[in-house]
């Protein structure tokens, strides 16, 4: 294989890698005004991205673009340094997410009117649906939404969500209301509704749930007081700043950026460990009718998505070879892939639960491939693009995704690549017999188009 990979852990003070190890997780982000309205386990710090952004010289007159935009952090430290932005997620829920934590321009006062109107009228909505006529709170939602609330607490959360649909109400403060509810589904449970598992049988040990309409005020005007603080935070340039973002499939963009407009990539893809992005919504997309049973998100959502979990295949599908495209045009790293899959496949049969692992490598990498391809397509020459991703062993087969990811930059036409460790992880998994033992690591691949 060519390579001009250096592994380099990040040196400094103790603080500085303490702070780097953090950069995969959305633990900083959690604390930062608008990127914490939502939760989303596979968000990343907005540390890291500014990082970046100083590290490689990046200005408000260039342009960012972020091809797996989850839940904005990307785009939205963007604006807050006054650097325009594109973002695609394919993820219809995180999509609206994103889109609303990017628009900072929400009318205040309209909002304040809802609040009120909501605080007059709620209780006497609440009297009037529970005495409606065959009213169960049964027939409005899902079994699994009703599992993770009290009776009392489910009529009230059904009462908000009846008070935001059936006010007229401009789209930005919908959208902001939208978020308010649905941060609210998990804080407020009682059951262990923490991410990314609902376990909806069992009950959070730190808290009883929390009473609705209280939670509901206090948390919108928190989140009006986040977009007065972000404005005041960022650069006066972010006004000026231009984002566009889309519900779409980074896949294929030709219909949304054009050949050599993009200063800069930063980006976290789907990691390779059979995480499935459409299911841990489920709690959301079930109580706002979004989707009400797992064909639902399949068909909505899951085939959406580049593949990166077993639960996105179908062993009957023949789609499951890597492309021709992709033989070649990256003959050594196909190479690796087939050897990899060739064991996996042999694992599957011996091993409990009998995961599509095999299939998983090979669809992840013909979408990678496809996505890199576009990256490069995008970017300006003299650029480069970043993705934070881990490595990860199924069935205790070592997929090296970082330096596969490298290898497929290079066969595609980018110059080099450099791997740059954030930390190691899933020790963890070391003291389980029924896990593999091989060290795993999250990184920044860097790709260079020259
Ligand atoms: C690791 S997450 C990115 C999280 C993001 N950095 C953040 O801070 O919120 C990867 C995202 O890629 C999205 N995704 C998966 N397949 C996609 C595709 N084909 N096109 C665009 N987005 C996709 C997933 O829905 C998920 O939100």
Redesign the pocket.
């Known amino acids: 294989m060519s390579t001009s990979q250096q592994l380099e852990l990040f040196t400094g003070n103790q603080d500085n890698v303490n702070e780097i190890q953090n950069w995969g997780t959305f633990k900083d982000s959690l604390r930062e005004p608008v990127h914490r309205w939502f939760t989303?386990p596979?968000?990343?710090s907005y540390k890291a991205v500014i990082h970046a952004l100083e590290r490689f010289g990046i200005t408000p007159n260039m342009v960012v673009y972020d091809?797996?935009?989850?839940?904005?952090?990307?785009n939205l430290t963007c604006k807050s340094l006054g650097i325009s932005s594109y973002g695609?997620?394919?993820?219809p829920f995180?999509y609206k997410i994103a889109k609303t934590k990017m628009n900072w321009e929400v009318n205040r006062s309209e909002v304040i009117f809802f609040l009120k109107k909501v605080e007059n009228i709620f209780l006497d909505t609440l009297n009037l649906v529970i005495k409606e006529k065959d009213f169960s709170i049964n027939n409005c939602f899902p079994e699994l939404v009703i599992k993770c609330y009290s009776d009392d607490t489910l009529k009230k959360l059904y009462v908000l969500k009846i008070l935001l649909q059936s006010e007229k109400l401009s789209q930005s403060v919908f959208d902001f209301f939208y978020v308010v509810i649905t941060a609210l589904l998990r804080e407020i449970s009682s059951a262990a509704t923490g991410w990314p598992y609902i376990a909806p049988n069992k009950i959070k040990t730190s808290s009883s749930e929390k009473e609705v309409l209280t939670e509901f005020i206090k948390l919108s005007y928190e989140m009006l007081e986040d977009i007065s603080i972000i404005r005041c935070n960022s650069s006066p340039k972010y006004a000026n700043s231009i984002h566009q973002i889309f519900n779409s499939?980074?896949?294929n963009t030709e219909n949304l950026l054009q050949n050599n407009s993009i200063d800069h990539v930063f980006t976290?893809?789907?990691y390779l460990n059979n995480f499935d992005?459409s299911d841990r919504t489920r709690l959301e997309l079930y109580f706002w009718g979004e989707a009400n049973n797992w064909k639902d998100i399949s068909n909505k959502i899951r085939t959406k998505?580049?593949t990166s979990a077993t639960t996105q295949i179908m062993r009957s599908d023949p789609r499951y070879i890597l492309s021709d495209s992709f033989n070649r045009d990256c003959s050594d790293v196909a190479i690796f892939i087939k050897e990899s899959v060739g064991k996996l496949e042999k694992l599957r049969k011996i091993k409990g639960g009998k995961k599509s692992y095999d299939l998983m490598v090979v669809g992840y990498f013909n979408d990678i491939y496809r996505i890199i391809k576009d990256v490069y397509r995008v970017l300006k020459h003299d650029t480069k693009a970043l993705f934070v991703l881990g490595d990860s062993a199924p069935y205790g087969v070592h997929i090296p995704t970082d330096k596969l990811i490298g290898e497929i930059g290079v066969c595609i036409g980018f110059d080099n690549y450099k791997i740059e460790v954030l930390r190691k992880r899933g020790d963890k998994w070391k003291s389980n017999p029924q896990r593999h033992n091989v060290a795993l690591q999250e990184s920044i691949v860097i790709l260079e188009k020259k």
Do not use: C, K
């Open positions: 989303y596979a968000g990343f091809p797996f935009m989850g839940s904005g952090t990307t695609v997620e394919a993820h995180v499939d980074s896949r976290s893809p789907p992005y998505l580049m």
